[in-house]
């Protein structure tokens, strides 16, 4: 596709289950961010890589939180034992550099 | 540490009248860059504008103009002749890149409604 898409759009799960909110930036893109949408409040960083290496891994809040991007394109944040403080919309975004970014539409993860 | 601050929460207007959006930002490197963003009700993040911090010129994009001022470390953004589409949260946004991060700092947002 020609934008930034995320799958699944929306993702409930219960307390203490482990999930995967998935990244497929724009072709070419070499960087790649995920940030944290809590209602009303603006995106939280939490990880950004530059081709296939984490490059500032000091947004993410705890060792729960893990991502990926073992090719250098697609990118994959994982959770572990989510708890219900991590409900939130999960935003990816890419550029070609640390630049203008292009966010995609969003995982909204509801933690029961 | 890096900041950027939107006091203004919400702000409603009715069309056609011309608002400006506030951003002011914090940090101590000399090299920076700022953003503004655009969330419309659908939630995707649409970019505006970036401008580094060498770059002091104001700039004009149809209905919307950006004045950055050093001095006050603002960098406002201006809608003249808000239009009902323009209803939006807009946010502002900072990246230090020399400074060894590549962190994004966003403000809060502020949410513009432009009534008919």
């Known amino acids: 596709g020609a934008g930034v898409s995320q799958t699944p759009s929306n993702k409930v799960t219960e307390k203490g289950k482990y999930v995967e909110l998935r990244c497929d930036p724009i072709s070419g893109h070499t960087a790649l961010y995920w940030y944290r949408q809590s209602l009303g409040q603006g995106p939280e960083f939490l990880i950004y890589f530059q081709g296939t290496g984490a490059a500032d891994d000091s947004g993410l809040p705890n060792d729960r939180f893990f991502a990926v991007r073992p090719e250098g394109s697609v990118s994959t944040l994982k959770i572990q034992r989510t708890e219900r403080g991590d409900s939130a919309v999960y935003l990816c975004?890419?550029?070609?550099?640390?630049?203008?970014?292009?966010f995609g539409p969003g995982t909204r993860l509801t933690v029961l | 540490a890096q900041k950027v601050t939107q006091a203004q929460t919400e702000i409603s207007v009715v069309e056609k009248e011309d608002v400006t959006l506030d951003c002011v930002y914090e940090t101590r490197d000399t090299t920076y860059y700022l953003f503004w963003y655009k969330q419309p009700p659908s939630g995707e993040l649409v970019f505006l504008i970036r401008r580094n911090s060498f770059d002091e010129q104001n700039e004009i994009s149809g209905r919307y103009s950006w004045n950055f001022q050093k001095s006050t470390s603002s960098f406002n953004f201006t809608i003249t002749a808000s239009q009902v589409v323009d209803s939006a949260v807009y946010f502002c946004a900072l990246i230090t890149p020399y400074s060894g991060t590549y962190k994004y700092i966003f403000g809060t947002g502020t949410r513009l409604k432009v009534l008919a």
């Open positions: 975004a890419s550029s070609f550099w640390s630049g203008k970014q292009f």
